[in-house]
Each structure stands twice: as structure tokens, then as C-alpha cells.
Nanobody, 125 residues
Framework: QGPLVESGGGSVQAGGSLTLSCRAS????????VAWFRQSPGKEREGVAA?????????YIADSVRGRFTMSQEKDEDTVHLQMNSLQPEDTATYYC?????????????????WGQGTQVTVSS
């Protein structure tokens, strides 16, 4: 396993909810910007949300999921969560956790140094 480990994926019906978790080990060092990306077959990897571990600011949330998805950090732990509500079939994708040093800009996948193995989310209609 690498320094980022995702969990919590699964299958859910449209309108349902899932929470993904990403545990960051000490291997990410000062790469404290942790983000969620998703990718479905034939599409580019899309930024979903990002935040600074132990930061005080609000998370960055993509327009496509704002109002339905939120990102948070487990208190005093190097674990972040992606709470996904009102899921739709178009949210079906493999979701990845990633880390880099700075979050600005946050949504370019090519900027990230560390990646998790991904967890599948499937939303049926």
C-alpha cells in the first residue's frame, strides 16, 4: 500500500449517500493538500474536492458536486472524508485520493504527487 489509502466505495441507488475515506500515512510529508478526483471510462480525471490537512479554510468543491458533496478531515487524524449525498448515475466513477503541497490551483490532476489506488462508486437509476 502507498501513503494514501481509500475506503468506502460501493453501490447505491440514485438519491442515496456514500462516504469515502482516505487515510494519509506519514509518507506524504509536507504534501498537506489532499484532494478527491474521480474518473469514469473514457473521461478525464475530474477534481471533486480538496482541503489542507489541519488547515482552517473551507474545502474546495467542484461546481459539478457543490451542494451534494462535502469534504472534511477527521479530527486530529490524517484521514479525510468525502460525504456524497443525492448521488446520481453520472457520479459513477472510480474515486481517487491525491496529495500535493499546495491546493492552489487544486483541480489539475497532473499536479499531484501521491495517489491512492482508487475506490469504485456505482450509482444505479
Amino acid at each position: 500500500q502507498g501513503p494514501l489509502v481509500e475506503s468506502g466505495g460501493g453501490s447505491v441507488q440514485a438519491g442515496g449517500s456514500l462516504t469515502l475515506s482516505c487515510r494519509a500515512s506519514g509518507g506524504i510529508g509536507h504534501h498537506k493538500c489532499v484532494a478527491w478526483f474521480r474518473q469514469s471510462p473514457g473521461k478525464e480525471r475530474e477534481g471533486v474536492a480538496a482541503l489542507y490537512l489541519y488547515g482552517t479554510g473551507r474545502p474546495y468543491i467542484a461546481d459539478s458536486v457543490r451542494g451534494r458533496f462535502t469534504m472534511s478531515q477527521e479530527k486530529d487524524e490524517d484521514t479525510v472524508h468525502l460525504q456524497m449525498n443525492s448521488l446520481q448515475p453520472e457520479d459513477t466513477a472510480t474515486y481517487y485520493c491525491a496529495a500535493k503541497v499546495f491546493c492552489v490551483p487544486w483541480a489539475n490532476a497532473g499536479d499531484y504527487t501521491y495517489w491512492g489506488q482508487g475506490t469504485q462508486v456505482t450509482v444505479s437509476s
